[in-house]
């Protein structure tokens, strides 16, 4: 037997081996089975960290730093170096690799506009087996994949994926599920059908419900809000309302105890500021329709003599008239007795209305003035020069303009409401695209009124995802004549509108940039009747359009499938019976208020302004700037407010433009219907 102390030396002598062998057997074993590289987190660093990583790596982790490369030269939009890294990627991935290579390449696909070749690969994805982060991913390409285009299927992803979002990007999933859901008309989110356990997914249409319902009163959607807050605890927007309705949970109304109305009270213009206030007078006196007034809602196809050429809406560069003329060809004659008064209810306000002449001051000192006499809002003023000069004035005052400037400036305290051919042409791209129609021409006239036309329209196209809009120019109703006398008619042919769309919006959520889809200009110049043409958009007076109506037919035939439309230029008083004929099957937009929504408001106003219909449309204008003044910080605060207005149905955007949505009629068989 040794003795203890020669054990103990042993034992002392082996000690640091046998450690030292552990350590090496432990470093041995895990490395090839563990790397420090994550590719199902997130990217931290730039594309040349991870490029340099993976030409140090001669292992398994080599293709894994080449993940997470791709993943940042996508991120910084390199994307040619990406498809070359992906290209260079080993046939051989382990399933992780692979489900990571199948988002990468459908994130390119993406980024590339190609989401049709995407979707396959977002398919093959194993949702099970990734990581949040990738799941939140995942979720996003989804989203972009669908290109705004609001669905329920989208509904179903933004809700999927925000349990996985945190801060601004949480924030941003809930503002991105309300917007495709106000997207939805009221009958398509009725007609949604939701599984019983959905319940996330019925409280925001419970919500949505609740602000269509009270959108107009600001103290009943707050109650209501809180309301379904009660009922529904557990939903996201409960707990992070979306930002439009927080906005309203702040919301006070703004003061409209005396009102300062601007207007040109003399020269040219005096004309349309007459009809303004008129409108805004009895908006503001609670004027309504003739008690007995039995005529049927029809604009437009009243047998009238009269022969005043209207004046288009407010709004060109110089001056608030569509219209090329502004001669006393537009001033409504003497008026005759009307047979019966509008019956008038107990004012609606007690406000206080000052009216200031634009045109015998510079509108400075009008706005000077209106202040010191206490104004609390500003309505006006009309002419667009001095709304751009009012919009760079830095003015406390809450301003209700009655223009829009050529550059539109974002101010808190400032809204813009006009009646313009930019407005009609963007309500008809929505119209015409609704109707299933994709490739419009417009007709319009040469002068600047066709080029505003031709641009606002084909900026909204693109939008709404159209390719790029058709255009031809006509001439004199003298060239038309001579047109349709010799017999060769028009040919649905023209050139492209080369309008600079509105910037695009892209997604940007949980670290995944994908930009919006970007409208590619087609190398065809021109195209015809053969070529595709299914809609066009008539800017024409009533005399033009009676001569290219038929001119159209001579060279489509009269039972072309080739759908017409046009502006309300067209509609005017004097309209026969053989007229409406004459333009069976062709729809027209005007205000609601022409359409037949008050007809005997519409009777007695027309006969008021001797059947000239250009100027019912600002008397119109002013009774709906009364009910917009009146809900000005509702405007402001909450985007997506909306109003049924005598002008249409009024909505405010970011910038507190008011956006028109009109009513469109359709000539049937001598008669006036709603169009379908």
């Not at 194993?126 to 989203?143: C, V």
């Not at 809180?226 to 996201?236: A, E, I, L, S």
Request: contains cysteine; glycine residues 6%.
């Amino acid at each position: 037997m040794l003795p203890s102390k020669v054990v103990r030396h042993k034992a002392g002598r082996f000690l640091p081996v046998i450690l030292a062998g552990l350590i090496l057997a432990a470093c041995s074993g895990q490395g090839p089975q563990t790397s420090t590289v994550n590719i199902q987190g997130p990217v931290t660093a730039s594309s040349a960290y991870y490029l340099q990583q993976a030409q140090q790596s001669s292992d398994d982790s080599k293709t894994d730093w080449q993940l997470l490369a791709i993943r940042a030269l996508l991120k910084e939009g390199k994307y040619p170096e990406a498809t070359q890294q992906l290209s260079q990627l080993p046939q051989q991935l382990s399933e992780t690799q692979q489900q990571e290579s199948l988002l990468l390449r459908a994130q390119l696909l993406i980024s590339q506009q190609k989401t049709k070749e995407a979707e396959p690969l977002l398919a093959q994805v194993k949702t099970g087996s990734l990581s949040q982060d990738q799941l939140a991913r995942y979720y996003s390409l989804q989203i972009a994949s669908a290109q705004g285009r609001p669905s329920l299927s989208l509904l179903r992803t933004y809700i999927a994926q925000e349990p996985l979002l945190k801060g601004t990007d949480h924030q941003a999933n809930i503002d991105a599920t309300w917007q495709t859901l106000t997207q939805m008309s009221p009958q398509e989110a009725s007609n949604l059908v939701i599984n019983a356990d959905e319940n996330v997914l019925q409280g925001w249409l419970d919500l949505l419900a609740v602000w269509r319902a009270n959108a107009q009163d600001a103290e009943m959607l707050k109650s209501g809000i809180k309301d379904w807050q009660t009922r529904y605890p557990q939903n996201p927007a409960a707990k992070t309302l979306p930002t439009q309705l927080s906005q309203m949970q702040n919301y006070t109304k703004a003061s409209t105890s005396i009102i300062a109305l601007l207007l040109p009270l003399n020269g040219q213009a005096q004309v349309f500021a007459n009809a303004i206030q008129k409108g805004f007078n009895d908006a503001k006196n609670g004027v309504t329709a003739p008690v007995a007034q039995p005529a049927a809602a029809q604009p437009a196809s009243a047998d009238a003599t009269a022969s005043t050429q209207p004046a288009a809406a407010a709004g060109s560069a110089a001056d608030p008239i569509s219209a090329p003329q502004q001669s006393a060809d537009i001033t409504p004659q003497p008026q005759s007795q009307p047979q019966s008064q509008p019956a008038a209810a107990a004012p609606v306000s007690n406000a206080q209305i000052k009216v200031y002449d634009t045109s015998s001051q510079p509108i400075e000192q009008v706005m000077q003035q209106a202040q010191q006499d206490g104004a609390t809002i500003v309505v006006g003023p009309l002419l667009k020069s001095n709304v751009e000069k009012v919009a760079n004035s830095q003015t406390p005052l809450n301003v209700l303009a009655l223009n829009e400037p050529e550059k539109i400036q974002n101010h808190p305290n400032i809204c813009y409401f006009a009646l313009s051919p930019e407005d009609e042409a963007r309500d008809a791209a929505h119209h015409i695209w609704d109707q299933g129609k994709r490739q419009p021409l417009l007709l319009v006239p040469r002068s600047g009124l066709g080029d505003r036309v031709t641009n606002a329209f084909a900026q909204e196209w693109q939008t709404l995802g159209g390719s790029t809009v058709m255009q031809q120019r006509f001439g004199t109703t003298s060239e038309l004549k001579q047109g349709i006398n010799s017999g060769a008619g028009i040919s649905l042919s023209g050139t492209p509108v080369n309008a600079a769309p509105a910037e695009p919006q892209g997604v940007s959520i949980a670290g995944l940039t994908i930009p919006a889809p970007q409208q590619s200009t087609p190398d065809v110049v021109s195209t015809s009747s053969g070529g595709g043409v299914d809609a066009v958009y008539i800017v024409s007076t009533q005399d033009e359009l009676q001569l290219i109506k038929p001119m159209i037919a001579m060279r489509t035939g009269s039972r072309s499938n080739i759908s017409l439309y046009a502006s309300s230029r067209s509609a005017q008083a004097g309209a026969g019976p053989d007229f409406r004929l004459e333009m069976d099957g062709l729809q027209f937009s005007d205000i609601p208020l022409l359409s037949g929504s008050n007809p005997g408001l519409m009777q007695q106003t027309s006969k008021s302004f001797n059947n000239d219909y250009s100027l019912v449309r600002l008397y119109a204008m002013g009774m709906d700037a009364w009910t917009l003044a009146n809900h000005f910080n509702q405007m402001r605060q909450s985007p997506g407010f909306t109003l049924d207005g005598n002008t249409g149905k009024l909505s405010a955007d970011t910038d507190c433009v008011i956006n028109r949505k009109l009513t469109w009629n359709q000539y049937r068989r001598g008669e006036i219907a709603p169009a379908n």
